[in-house]
């Protein structure tokens, strides 16, 4: 069975929020290079995947926008966006817009920016890592 997730996370514009600014050049490498690698994995597992970045300030039109027109099985939202504390609101506020509008996708928390895939394999059992 093939999948469809979309991956809601932080924008590069934002990473300085969530690791400072003497850190953000880094981290915004590393969650580009995470991403790519989990986009490969989907691909090569039949999955469709979307990366959606998405700031804290623009409220959820084009999230529900997207969960009306795609049939997502798996919403996903980064650690970018779950663990800074400045972002909480904005994290509760994506989980209710997810929940609302996509009400039998399941939720798919990474643990690094090139977990998503791991995420999708812990709950869709026919998922398989490569």
């Known amino acids: 069975m093939s999948h469809s997730i979309l991956h809601v996370g932080i924008t590069s514009s934002e990473i ?24 490969a994995a989907f691909e090569a597992a039949g999955m469709r995947y979307e990366f959606m970045g998405y700031t804290s300030t623009e409220g959820m039109g084009r999230l529900e926008k997207k969960l009306k027109e795609g049939d997502y ?50 709950q869709f059992s026919d998922v398989k890592t490569a």
């Open 16 to 39: 300085a929020m969530a690791v400072g600014a003497e850190n953000a050049a880094k981290w915004i490498d590393i969650v580009e290079k995470g991403i790519a690698k989990d986009k």
């Open 73 to 122: 099985d798996g919403v996903g939202v980064g650690w970018g966006i779950r663990g800074t504390k400045e972002m909480t609101a904005f994290f509760e506020e994506l989980i209710n817009t997810i929940h609302t509008q996509a009400p039998n996708a399941k939720f798919l928390f990474n643990t690094a920016p090139d977990g998503t895939f791991e995420a999708a394999t812990r």
